[in-house]
Nanobody, 131 residues
Framework: QVQLVESGGGSVQAGGSLRLSCAAS???????????MGWFRQAPGKEREGVAS????????HYAGSVKGRFTISKDNAKNTLYLQLNRLKPEDTAMYYC?????????????????????WGQGTQVTVAS
């Protein structure tokens, strides 16, 4: 069974940075390198939002407009690990951040990450940005 475990969340001041990691394990016949990955976030009382995605090979990325230019997604297939670098953080970035993995479909449709196209999800890591 595939498992995704996020880490790296915390509390920072506005303008600060964090680096989130998502370690994957349990891949059997299908290798980690065949999965596209994504980061989603959900703040209390708000809908889940797709933040960023990266293709299986790591050569194509997509970002939500609210984070473009501030966040960077990357994928290390040799380490089975996904990253999200968060720079110039804002209070509105405060949320639980989740990583997800999928294969065989399109992670982004119409400029939006589709959570239903991801098969595996982590438990989340909390990011809190103080003003």
């Amino acid at each position: 069974q595939v498992q995704l475990v996020e880490s790296g969340g915390g509390s920072v001041q506005a303008g600060g940075s964090l680096r989130l990691s998502c370690a994957a394990s349990g891949y059997s016949y299908s290798s980690y390198s065949s999965h596209y990955m994504g980061w989603f976030r959900q703040a209390p009382g708000k809908e889940r939002e797709g933040v960023a995605s990266i293709s299986a090979g790591g050569d194509y990325t997509h970002y939500a407009g609210s984070v473009k230019g501030r966040f960077t997604i990357s994928k290390d297939n040799a380490k089975n690990t996904l990253y999200l670098q968060l720079n110039r953080l804002k209070p509105e970035d405060t949320a639980m951040y989740y990583c997800a993995a999928g294969r065989g479909r399109y992670p982004v449709v119409g400029g939006r990450l589709l959570p239903e196209n991801f098969d595996y999800w982590g438990q989340g890591t909390q990011v809190t940005v103080a003003s």
